[in-house]
C-alpha cells in the first residue's frame, strides 16, 4: 500500500507539472500491491534532464482497480496506464505519457537560450510481471518492459524502458525496495534533448553537437513506505541515475549540467 506512496513521490518527483525536466520513463517504480489508491508527492529534481541545476514541485497519483478483476487503470503523474489483463502475476496494456519540454525557465545561462523544445504526448505499451514471493503481495519482485512513441509531433522519437524491482517488508509497518533500471532512446528522441544544432550553438556557446540513439541512462533507486493505518502512508525514496552514451558527451551535459542526476521526494497516500 505505502509503496503507492513512496511510487507517487517518486513519480512526482520526475515528471511533476511545475518541472520543465524531461523525465517520463524514469519513475522509480510502477505501483504495485493497492486496489485502490490516491495520493500526492513532493521532490527535489535536475530542472532538465542532465542539468546540474535542481528544482521542486508537487504531483498526484492514483490508481483504480476494476471491481472483482486485476485489471486496473494508473496514473503516475504524466503517465496513464490501463492493464487490460485480468491474471494474478502478468500485466499488460496500453500506455499514454505527456512529456514536458525544456524553455527558458532553466537555471543555467547557456541552455535557457537555446531553442525551446515543447512539451508533447507519447503513446505505446508496458508489458510487466508481479511476483508475489509465498504468495505475500508486500514481498515480491515486480519487473516492466515499456515502449513508448511520439505522437505529438516534437521529437518523433522511440523510447524504450527496462525496470525491476524487490519488495520487502520489514515488519507490519515498513516496507523496503531496491530497483534498477535503464533507458534505450532512438536517434530522433537524443538529437531533440541531447543535440545541439548550429543555431543553437549560435544562441548558446555551446558547440554543435549531434546525439545518435543508444543505452541513454541507468538507475538505482532505494525507497521505504511507512504504513501509518490500513488506510494512510508515507513514503521516501531516492534516485541515483547516470546519464551513458551520446546523452553524457552532449554539451547541454557534459559542459551546462552534469551527467550524475539525483531525485529524492516524500508522499503521502489514501488507500480502500
Given at each position: ?16 507539472g ?6 517520463a ?39 483504480i ?8 487503470f ?21 500506455v ?6 525544456r ?8 541552455v ?14 508496458f ?12 514481498h ?12 505529438g ?7 524504450g ?5 524487490y ?7 515498513f ?33 554543435i553537437y549531434?546525439?545518435?540513439g ?40 557534459d ?18
Amino acid at each position: 500500500m505505502m509503496k503507492k506512496i513512496f511510487i507517487l513521490l517518486t513519480l512526482l518527483l520526475l515528471f511533476s507539472g511545475t518541472f520543465t525536466v524531461s523525465f517520463a520513463q524514469d519513475s522509480f517504480m510502477i505501483i504495485e500491491d493497492m486496489d485502490n489508491v490516491v495520493g500526492v508527492g513532493a521532490a527535489v529534481l535536475p530542472d532538465y534532464v542532465g542539468s546540474n541545476d535542481y528544482t521542486a514541485g508537487v504531483a498526484p497519483f492514483a490508481r483504480i482497480a476494476l471491481p472483482n478483476s486485476e485489471r486496473y487503470f494508473l496514473l503516475n503523474v504524466t503517465e496513464l496506464y490501463f492493464n487490460i489483463l485480468d491474471h494474478p502475476f502478468l500485466r499488460f496494456g496500453p500506455v499514454l505519457n505527456y512529456r514536458f519540454g525544456r524553455d527558458d525557465d532553466v537555471e543555467d545561462s547557456r541552455v535557457k537560450r537555446m531553442t525551446e523544445i515543447d512539451d508533447t504526448v507519447e503513446a505505446g505499451a508496458f508489458l510487466g510481471i508481479n511476483w508475489k514471493i509465498n504468495g505475500d503481495r508486500r514481498h515480491r519482485i515486480v519487473a516492466d518492459v515499456e515502449a513508448l512513441f511520439d505522437v505529438g509531433g516534437e521529437h518523433d522519437g522511440t523510447i524504450g524502458t527496462i525496470s525491476a524491482r524487490y519488495w520487502h517488508p520489514v515488519g507490519k509497518m515498513f516496507d523496503v525496495v531496491l530497483g534498477i533500471g535503464f533507458q534505450y532512446a532512438d536517434s530522433d528522441y537524443m538529437n531533440t534533448y541531447f543535440g545541439v544544432s548550429s543555431t543553437d550553438s549560435s544562441l548558446s556557446g555551446l558547440p554543435i553537437y549531434e546525439a545518435d540513439g543508444g543505452t541513454s541512462n541507468f538507475r538505482i533507486f532505494p525507497g521505504v513506505v511507512m504504513h501509518l493505518s490500513p488506510k494512510w502512508h508515507l513514503a521516501a525514496g531516492v534516485r541515483y541515475q547516470r546519464l551513458v552514451g551520446d546523452a553524457e558527451d552532449s554539451p547541454v551535459v557534459d559542459i551546462a549540467g552534469d551527467a550524475d542526476q539525483w531525485i529524492a521526494g516524500l508522499g503521502v497516500a489514501y488507500s480502500w
